[in-house]
């Protein structure tokens, strides 16, 4: 079975530019997360899809940052402008869903680390 | 809202020695706790989870955790470690009952198996 995919791995940027990142979940899994892991931090919640539809944005910074996943599969994270705050890995999660079915355990991706100038 | 302490940053142990990293949470409900371990350049990979039942929870890797809901603990144990373990391990926590299942982590504990 295929993994949680996630392109670029790396992305160096100035900052001020914009830097998408893209993931695709595991096949027939129907939650996505977006995490963001600062250097020795553990990694943060920013958005939570279930199929197409956002269940948590609360922690997403939305002046800059930006999510979709419009046919509840792959889905790309956006940020513009970039800070130099925002260098972090940025971690895709996927668990099989849905909601109120149990706990699902979340495969994670293998990350996109950013460095911003 | 659930929080995560991990109370050690980073842990040295020989090679062949038994290790334990420590994992305390704070929740006003019923949890689900996790190990995740982190290897260099890596996502995340599911150690062991804690949904019900039984206390003592087995991994993959040799890992082992046991859950004490009065010491709102959930410690990480291995009786022999290996080079190959040396990585940062999260602790993660996520409430019952509150239907979107989100996680949250601990800030890791870096794991150096000296040979």
């Known amino acids: 079975e295929a993994g949680v995919a996630q392109s670029p791995r790396y992305k160096i940027i100035e900052k001020r530019q914009s830097v998408a990142f893209w993931c695709n979940p595991i096949s027939g899994h129907a939650t996505l997360y977006w995490y963001q892991q600062i250097l020795g931090q553990g990694p943060k919640l920013l958005i939570q899809f279930q199929n197409n539809g956002v269940v948590d944005d609360s922690q997403l910074p939305k002046d800059r940052f930006s999510a979709e996943r419009l046919k509840g599969v792959d889905s790309t994270l956006k940020i513009q402008p970039a800070k130099l705050e925002d260098s972090a890995v940025y971690l895709c999660?996927?668990?099989?869903?849905?909601?109120?079915?149990?706990?699902?355990?979340?495969?994670f991706g293998p990350g996109t680390r950013l460095l911003v100038l | 809202a659930q929080s995560v302490t991990q109370l050690d940053s980073q842990v040295p142990v020989f090679e062949e020695a038994p290790v334990e990293l420590r994992c305390n949470y704070s929740?006003?409900?019923?949890?689900?706790l996790f190990w995740y371990v982190q290897y260099p350049n890596q996502g995340l990979q599911l150690l062991l989870k804690y949904l019900s039942g039984s206390t003592l929870v087995k991994g993959i890797n040799g890992f082992e955790a046991e859950f004490n809901k009065s010491q709102t603990s959930f410690h990480l144990r291995k009786p022999s470690v290996h080079i190959s373990d040396t990585a940062e391990y999260f602790c993660a926590v996520s409430e019952t009952g509150a239907g979107s299942y989100q996680l949250t982590f601990g800030k890791g504990t870096k794991l150096s198996v000296i040979p």
């Open positions: 929740s006003s409900v019923s949890v689900y």
């Open positions: 999660a996927s668990s099989l869903g849905p909601l109120g079915t149990g706990v699902e355990t979340q495969y």
